[in-house]
């Protein structure tokens, strides 16, 4: 591979693999409301969030992430991406404090790396892009 088409091929892979983590917390707020749910109440203290809270917070993040994947908006749409897994992954911290039982929550930190590289190099990631940056 050229050298000038590593950094596009590395975005790309990272900006496919956030969206697969990301579609997967989607998907759950769908097909496992009351899951996304407890959720929400374990670690955003955000008590009673019915189904329909989690259908609509479920279609923001839909829309959100499927642009994000697509490359629009980028500044919107990478910064948003960021916000919500800095969010999820700060809202885990009792989880890190105890690695025995939250061993698998230290996944989050180099995938909040990935985010904010992402957001950073946002005007290099122009491979299977459907808009280029201005």
Known sequence: MQEENRLPVALLAMRLSVFLVMLVWTLDKFLDPAHAAGVFAHFYAMQGMGTFVMYA???AEMVIIIAFVLGLMRRWTYGTV???HAVSTLASFQMYLNPAEGRLFFA???MLAACFALYLLRDHDNL???SRPG
């Open 57 to 59: 917070l479920g279609a």
């Open 82 to 84: 960021l916000l919500l």
């Open 108 to 110: 989050a930190w180099p």
């Open 128 to 130: 299977w892009v459907a």
